[in-house]
């Protein structure tokens, strides 16, 4: 109920403003980058998860992409796909923990970050265990993502995100929960990437891998897991006109499968 709650629920604020247009040399820089014949480098958190193997899995089958570096806390697996000469992982313990950082030297060139990282507070531990996994861990593999030459970002966030909420007390989670994927969002912007689009869903649909909320309320309209990934690339491929896109809802997300 929780996480149903947290999805439906409206954001308490207005979605922060959208400058009208990128300023003088992105566009013509991230279409370059687009464009190039050697292909782009990705760099994706969350590559194991429901909406991560997925973006892994389509980056891996087009050729517009030369190398997907996968971060996390065990190496991605790229099965039989015909691309996976071109998965790198670089595996770090544990980046929520306090101390611990993402070096942007191991990296090497990235162009565009894909962050799909997602759990949920009993599987993380706790509130503040939730936070660390969301909101820290996003913020440094931000920061090392810009720091090796990233000039977009694309991050999952959620319906109702909202990083300004005064209140979000850890015991209700659903405020707690929007409060973080704003956040979330947050981590990116504030890295000031050339371009960055922020996809905010409703309802998933993971196939057998459905959260329990997700399995009582399969009669409410929802979007695969496997689209929301494909979205997610497509965008990247066809960079907005806007330092910052919010894709919000699954309706305006199927709109660019």
């Known amino acids: 109920l929780p996480l149903c709650l947290s999805v439906c629920l409206p954001a308490c604020l207005p979605a922060p403003s959208v400058q009208a247009s ?8 991230i279409i370059m980058s687009v464009e190039s014949g050697a292909g782009r480098t990705a760099l994706l958190l969350g590559a194991t998860g429901a909406t991560g193997r997925h973006v892994l899995s389509e980056l891996l089958s087009r050729p517009g992409w030369s190398r997907v570096v996968a971060v996390g806390r065990r190496p991605a697996d790229a ?125 998933l649909h993971r196939g057998m891998n459905d959260r329990p909320v997700e399995k009582y309320l399969f009669f409410l309209p929802s979007i695969k897991v496997q689209d929301l990934a494909t979205a997610m690339v497509n965008v990247a491929e066809n960079p907005a006109n806007e330092p910052v896109t919010i894709i919000e809802g699954n309706g305006k997300i199927r709109t660019h499968l």
């Not at 993380?124 to 000039?151: C, H, I, L, R």
């Open 79 to 203: 099965g039989e796909n015909p691309g996976a000469a071109k998965l790198e992982n670089v595996v770090v313990e544990d980046l929520a923990s306090p101390g611990v950082e993402l070096d942007a030297a191991k990296l090497g060139k990235i162009d565009v970050f894909f962050n799909c990282i997602g759990t949920t507070r009993a599987n993380a531990g706790g509130a503040d265990s939730f936070y660390a996994v969301e909101v820290t861990t996003s913020e440094k593999v931000a920061k090392a993502a810009k720091q090796a030459g990233a000039k977009q970002a694309l991050v999952v966030s959620a319906m109702g995100a909202a990083p300004n909420r005064s209140v979000a007390p850890k015991w209700f989670h659903p405020l707690f929960y929007g409060k973080c994927m704003g956040l979330k969002e947050h981590a990116l912007l504030s890295q000031s990437f050339e371009q960055v689009s922020i996809f905010r869903p409703g309802m």
């Open 22 to 29: 990128l300023r003088p040399g992105q566009e013509e820089s």
